[in-house]
């Protein structure tokens, strides 16, 4: 707690950094506002949720859950579902690959909802086979498009924009995937998806964390602790060869 001659009214990040001066100041003051709205909207709300401004403020300790990604064999499922089967009875102008291209982009991208929504032609690069998309905080980074990503966008290229819905619109047809498939997910799980399986494919924590557009790469790190204690592991497997290879002789790793 701070005491009570500290305000959370009018806290503001030189106040906040007093008491932790290890939290980054990079969107510090966003944060406080966003905490002192969600305050005043609880204490106007009808069922009075808070029934004042708090003269202390307290740090709590958030439990996360288990990231949730779709392992291999769902995304190979999900890519052979047949879609017209399932929008037969829509009607003749339709377009039924749509949803695959959203789920396609959102998987291969790793990008946000919105960050794909947000995103025009003016920042799709088509030579360099890039995207430049606006995450939080307003900023920008440079995400590279797997060939079936720039595929894609390539035979969408004639659209007013890439993306040209409404976040429900989105969520609707994944869920026509989820419902189609029987397997749950959401824009947020394809993300996790596709970090995942950057690191099991190689990359590193550090490639994947800029890819994602993590602030830190701690986050990334807690967000896919169990993939990377996996590749420990592995590694470990392969350091079990260790005194074969070194008690090789230079001829033999000729032949």
């Not at 993306?163 to 996790?192: C, E």
Request: charged residues 25%; contains cysteine; glycine residues 4%.
């Amino acid at each position: 707690a701070f005491g009570g001659k500290c305000l959370v009214r009018s806290l503001d990040s030189t106040v906040f950094r007093r008491h932790f001066p290890d939290r980054k100041l990079n969107g510090l003051n966003v944060d406080i506002r966003a905490m002192i709205s969600i305050i005043n909207t609880a204490i106007s709300h009808k069922d009075r949720l808070v029934k004042f401004m708090p003269y202390d403020l307290y740090q709590f300790t958030v439990e996360h859950g288990t990231p949730f990604f779709l392992e291999k064999d769902q995304v190979g499922k999900i890519l052979n579902t047949n879609m017209n089967e399932y929008y037969k009875d829509k009607p003749w102008d339709f377009d039924r690959g749509e949803s695959m291209r959203i789920f396609n982009l959102y998987l291969e991208t790793g990008c946000r909802l919105n960050e794909l929504l947000t995103l025009d032609w003016d920042n799709v690069s088509f030579k360099d086979k890039s995207i430049a998309v606006t995450g939080k905080r307003n900023k920008v980074r440079k995400v590279y498009l797997t060939n079936n990503a720039y595929e894609i966008l390539l035979s969408i290229s004639h659209r007013e924009k890439p993306m040209p819905y409404t976040n429900t619109k989105v969520r609707q047809r994944l869920l026509d995937i989820s419902n189609a498939t029987g397997i749950k997910f959401t824009t947020h799980n394809l993300r996790s998806t596709c970090g995942s399986f950057m690191l099991s494919l190689g990359c590193t924590i550090e490639e994947v964390s800029e890819h994602l557009g993590h602030e830190d790469i701690q986050t990334t790190r807690k967000w896919y602790a169990r993939i990377l204690d996996s590749k420990r592991k592995s590694a470990i497997d392969k350091m079990n060869n260790l005194r074969s290879f070194v008690s090789k002789s230079p001829l033999q790793f000729l032949t």
